[in-house]
T-cell receptor, first 113, second 116 residues
Framework: EAQVTQNPRYLITVTGKKLTVTCSQN?????MSWYRQDPGLGLRQIYY???????DKGDVPEGYKVSRKEKRNFPLILESPSPNQTSLYFC????????????FGNGTRLTVT | AQKITQTQPGMFVQEKEAVTLDCTYD???????LFWYKQPSSGEMIFLIY??????QNATEGRYSLNFQKARKSANLVISASQLGDSAMYFC?????????????FGSGTKLNVKP
């Protein structure tokens, strides 16, 4: 089954404790990206990657890191999480075509205390 | 600046009636793509419909159609014959073209409630 898999689904952590949210897709998509969803703000793009070893900032990259060492994987790293990073996070992928929709993972609900 | 605006935080519609969800956008890109997604209470994001900026005809997918008015920069989603299962959050999104191809922009969403 074609899918984007995110783990974990739920994560509660404390301020400053490094964490990684994994994302993997099995559709051989070139493009992958991360979003955070906050009430009243919709989804905002954090980082994106056009292909292996090619990443760039979205609209809200502060406090996040990413890497794309393999085509299928695009982990999101929070090196020192803070409470304002409490949010619902989505990973998504698509072919590199303008008319291609994003395929989303099921989301990761992160709480930083 | 690229921006998507959804001005209806919440809407109610009677089952079997049609409903229009508003979306306006702002972009300096000469080409772009517009998307609508549905997010049920379970949280997943479901792609509904796509409209390219150069498409001459409005997109349709089953009960979903997109009322695209390029001069007004609007891309409203029309759901015909609403069903209880249409109750969800709906997001309008834009992918940039020539200058912002790698960027996706989302509106703040509209929560639709379908009444029996």
């Amino acid at each position: 089954e074609a899918q984007v898999t995110q783990n974990p689904r739920y994560l509660i952590t404390v301020t400053g404790k490094k964490l990684t949210v994994t994302c993997s897709q099995n559709m051989n998509h070139e493009y992958m990206s991360w979003y955070r969803q906050d009430p009243g703000l919709g989804l905002r793009q954090i980082y994106y990657s056009m292909n292996v070893e090619v990443t760039d900032k979205g609209d809200v990259p502060e406090g996040y890191k990413v890497s794309r060492k393999e085509k299928r994987n695009f982990p999101l790293i929070l090196e020192s999480p803070s409470p304002n990073q409490t949010s619902l996070y989505f990973c998504a992928s698509s072919p590199s075509r303008g008319d291609s929709p994003l395929h989303f993972g099921n989301g990761t609900r992160l709480t930083v205390t | 600046a690229q921006k998507i605006t959804q001005t209806q935080p919440g809407m109610f519609v009677q089952e079997k009636e049609a409903v229009t969800l508003d979306c306006t956008y702002d972009t300096s890109d000469p080409s772009y793509g517009l998307f609508w997604y549905k997010q049920p209470s379970s949280g997943e994001m479901i792609f509904l419909i796509y409209q390219g900026s150069y498409d001459q005809q409005n997109a349709t997918e089953g009960r979903y159609s997109l009322n695209f008015q390029k001069a007004r920069k609007s891309a409203n989603l029309v759901i015909s014959a609403s069903q209880l299962g249409d109750s969800a959050m709906y997001f309008c999104a834009m992918r940039g073209g020539l200058y912002n191809f790698n960027k996706f922009y989302f509106g703040s969403g509209t929560k639709l409630n379908v009444k029996p």
